[in-house]
């Protein structure tokens, strides 16, 4: 329901349009919103940028900080370790290789305010107590780092986020905004621009790219009040998104909220153009190419016409024909979805509760029985990824799509040589509301042309797993699922229309990160038996790929496995770094071999970079800077 029929002056692309009035807008969004709370088929929900051009082909770097001064001497410094090179992404470390930004983990604190000091309102937050804004534990600490031996905090700034550098400008991304400064003298740091966020708005992602932030936010929508929608205020001033610039599918999809595409010049923070199309407030992720934004929003179908359908086929001979009586007459009647699926729950209720206890349990295995074959025959129809491609160029909504299953996260979706290759987890638990079952998975790759049509698939890779890490690169893509042992596939997407799985490995445990390192190889960090395993692939020859070599950490934990800003590779020194739990780890894969180089201990290390040959490992309370040369410790600073 809900369809709106485009009229002249409204744009049309590749199954879009734009809204060409507020209350084509408004019933839009009541309508596609009625099934929310109402889904009682369910599953496992799963940012990115990249280069254009044969970019996609090259082994992925950290983006290249830019040096803002001519007498500043230093020959190669790091960056953040992101999808592709060039395009920078938030991270709480950042360097212009004389000076390193640290943002430490954020850590806030709420509190009530409330009109007078009654301890049990505070506890249970009655009339008169509300939550206060967030208090900072830390802030960002602007550190002289070269040379190492004479490092020193020259100056702090009293916000705690990800951050963006830019020649002499520092963006910070706080909880409620982003917030630009001058760090062109770095002891004294100077406001420059702010962009604070509406309540009902979060950021999904940001990235930068050639001096422009791209700014991917979600936007709640009030169906029963929906507009104004003023998402950010930029230097104090409101920006309000017209129903002209909101674009929606022709076939509508359950929405609640709207994505919203921004680009900010980052040196001044003027915003230069946006865009927004209604989504859902699910799950959200971004990919960008040199040309394009793509964003992924997990969604439902309704599960109704399902919900009824499996009852008339499959219940024969497993309750009474009474009982499908009743729910087909149940269909003939004109109420709501969500009323009938209330009866539907309803009339089970009554008919297992006339049961005794052994009859009950033989009828409820029965139906679980049926529920799982009917769903292994209809997951891909129920749980979709929407795909919404927005030109850099004009930031003009140019198609959308969707493939069943969602998706993990930046890594899963990929663009080469204008297609979009995409990595999907479809099924994994699912039932009516008052019953579930465990369901059947499988993991699929879909290869989509410049229109987002489906162009080519491989379906069914690790069936009863999940997809745990993606990677593609050039025309080759990696994938890890894992349920008890770690498939890792690899593909060959050369000829789009023909996808191909071309081989298999399967080895204990699982990577959760994966990282191509020149010459045909691999790196995964993940886990084996609850510790941190680092395997080393050889995919030269992608129909039979092999584990040069693997190291099981004694380490449960690794930042890497959450984010892989905090993996570091060093191909000068043949070496790469991660945080352990209460340490820091400098690995050699010289050789493709595995060896632990140095281990940076009592430090709580979270992120590495290097400038020159100097490996500054930064952790919440020092840094310990290692000569790469002889691999003595140069300088250990604490803050």
């Not at 520092?170 to 917030?179: C, E, K, N, R, S």
């Not at 001058?182 to 420059?192: E, L």
């Not at 979060?202 to 929906?226: C, M």
């Not at 909220?257 to 407030?281: I, K, P």
Request: proline content about 4%.
């Amino acid at each position: 329901g809900g369809t709106v029929t485009p009229g002249e002056n409204v744009a049309v692309t590749a199954g879009v349009s734009n809204f060409r009035s507020q209350d084509e807008f408004e019933t839009y969004m009541a309508a596609n919103s009625q099934y929310a709370g109402g889904n009682y088929w369910g599953g496992d929900i799963g940012l990115g940028l990249e280069d254009e051009g044969s970019v996609s082909s090259t082994v992925p770097m950290p983006a290249p900080e830019e040096k803002s001064d001519a007498s500043q001497t230093y020959d190669r410094v790091s960056g953040t370790n992101v999808q592709v090179i060039g395009i920078d992404e938030p991270d709480i470390v950042k360097t212009d290789g004389m000076n390193i930004f640290f943002s430490r983990e954020q850590y806030y604190y709420y509190y009530y305010e409330y009109d007078y000091p009654v301890k049990d309102e505070m506890e249970t937050g009655s009339e008169g107590a509300e939550w206060a804004p967030p208090q900072l534990d830390n802030g960002i600490k602007i550190i002289s780092a070269n040379p190492p031996v004479n490092m020193s905090v020259v100056a702090n700034i009293d916000k705690n986020g990800d951050l963006l550098l830019y020649g002499d400008t520092l963006a910070v991304f706080t909880w409620d905004g982003i917030y630009g400064y001058d760090v062109s003298d770095p002891q004294n740091p100077v406001s420059k621009w702010e962009i604070t966020l509406d309540y009902s708005t979060s950021v999904v992602a940001a990235r930068l790219y050639q001096g422009k932030i791209y700014l991917v936010t979600q936007t709640w929508v009030y169906s029963s009040d929906p507009l104004p929608i003023m998402p950010i205020e930029v230097n104090g001033e409101s920006v309000e998104l017209k129903y002209t610039d909101i674009y929606y599918p022709i076939m509508p999809v359950y929405t609640d909220s709207t994505l919203n595409a921004m680009v900010f010049d980052m040196e001044s923070g003027v915003l230069e153009d946006t865009v927004s199309f209604v989504g859902a407030s699910y799950s959200s992720t971004v990919y960008m190419s040199g040309s394009a934004i793509y964003i992924g929003y997990s969604y439902w179908a309704d599960e109704t016409p399902y919900v009824i359908d499996f009852c008339k086929e499959r219940l024969q001979g497993i309750v009474p024909d009474s009982v499908i009586a009743r729910i087909n007459l149940l269909d003939t009647y004109d109420i709501s979805d969500s009323a009938k699926m209330t009866e539907i729950g309803v009339i089970f209720e009554e008919y297992l509760s006339s049961l005794s206890g052994d009859e009950m349990v033989q009828v409820q295995e029965n139906i679980g029985n049926a529920i799982e074959q009917y769903y292994a025959e209809h997951m891909r129809e129920l749980e979709s990824t929407g795909i919404v491609k927005i030109a850099l160029d004009g930031l003009d909504v140019t198609a959308t799509g969707g493939v069943p299953g969602t998706l993990l996260n930046q890594f899963s979706m990929d663009e080469y040589n204008g297609y979009l290759r995409v990595a999907t987890t479809v099924g994994g638990g699912f039932g009516f509301s008052w019953f579930w079952v465990s369901g059947g998975s499988a993991n699929d790759i879909y290869v989509m042309d410049g229109d987002l049509n489906i162009v080519g698939s491989i379906t069914d890779l690790g069936l009863t797993e999940q997809i745990y890490s993606a990677r593609f690169i050039g025309d080759k893509g990696y994938i890890v699922t894992f349920m008890q042992t770690d498939p890792f596939y690899v593909l060959d997407l050369s000829d789009p229309m023909n996808p191909q799985l071309k081989g298999e490995l399967k080895i204990p445990g699982y990577s959760s990160y994966l990282h191509p390192i020149s010459g045909d190889r691999m790196l995964g960090i993940g886990q084996e038996d609850w510790k941190v395993k680092i395997s080393l692939f050889d995919v030269q020859n992608p129909e039979q790929p092999a584990e040069f070599d693997k190291y099981i950490l004694e380490d449960y934990w690794s930042d890497v496995l959450s984010t892989h800003h905090a993996f570091l590779l060093d191909e000068a020194h043949e070496i790469f770094f991660l945080p352990g739990d209460d340490s820091g780890y400098i690995f050699s894969y010289a050789g493709n071999n595995l060896e632990i180089v140095m281990e940076v201990s009592d430090i709580q290390a979270t992120r590495a970079i290097y400038i020159d040959d100097n490996l500054y490992v930064i952790g919440d309370e020092k840094i310990v800077v290692v000569d790469e040369l002889t691999w003595q410790v140069v300088n250990e600073f604490e803050f």
